[in-house]
T-cell receptor, first 118, second 110 residues
């Protein structure tokens, strides 16, 4: 149990375009989903927290108008990188947890999406 | 702010034991997690400690001392597939957010 998927697994786009990344909890209802960014050889940096049906909470320094997060259902959250630039190239990882599950303290991670902006 | 420290790299021999230390200074404490991450992949959950003491799960054990702000992950009977980055993460409040250390890259040699 506790499987989280992400789509796409990798994407290459041109500078100035927008990219949408999906995060799905496959076998549980995710009360909360988190979006992280990880640059090479660095640790995960939390970008934002989203709860189903409410606005995402962004960490300091993360532009909410650039990284649009939608958590429309208990199994799906999306991150849209708008007007992407080369410095946005990174590994984007989502995680999910559930209030409804035993072990609700644990976050389960998706496989990540590698974004390359040319 | 949150400060979570762990060594950058460790090397060990197949079949040996390695201990990865993590020290933390956070504004609160509500649990410590260890994750394993292979290159280019997402982290996978290994262990969770919220009370002092040792938690054992097969070849992996994790220890916590809240008074010392200290944890370690012990990997026994090392296998080549254990070569990965090991991330220490602290949950400091009730909002379930995690703060991660920079990770320890463990290389297992034959």
């Amino acid at each position: 149990g506790a499987v989280v998927s992400q789509h796409p697994s990798w994407v290459i786009c041109k500078s100035g375009t927008s990219v949408k990344i999906e995060c799905r909890s496959l076998d549980f209802q995710a009360t909360t989903m988190f979006w992280y960014r990880q640059f090479p050889k660095q640790s995960l940096m939390l970008m934002a927290t989203s709860n189903e049906g409410s606005k995402a909470t962004y960490e300091q320094g993360v532009e909410k108008d650039k990284f649009l997060i939608n958590h429309a259902s208990l199994t799906l959250s999306t991150l849209t990188v708008t007007s992407a630039h080369p410095e946005d190239s990174s590994f984007y990882i989502c995680s999910a947890r559930s209030d409804l599950q035993i072990g609700s303290d644990t976050q389960y991670f998706g496989p990540g999406t590698r974004l390359t902006v040319l | 702010g949150q400060n979570i420290d762990q060594p950058t790299e460790m090397t060990a021999t197949e079949g040996a034991i390695v201990q990865i230390n993590c020290t933390y200074q956070t504004s609160g404490f509500n649990g410590l997690f260890w994750y394993q991450q292979h290159a280019g992949e997402a982290p996978t959950f290994l262990s969770y400690n919220v009370l002092d003491g040792l938690e054992e799960k097969g070849r992996f054990s994790s220890f916590l001392s809240r008074s010392k702000g200290y944890s370690y992950l012990l990997l026994k009977e090392l296998q080549m597939k254990d070569s990965a980055s090991y991330l220490c993460a602290v949950r400091s409040t009730n909002d379930y957010k995690l703060s991660f250390g920079a990770g320890t890259t463990v290389t297992v040699r034959a």
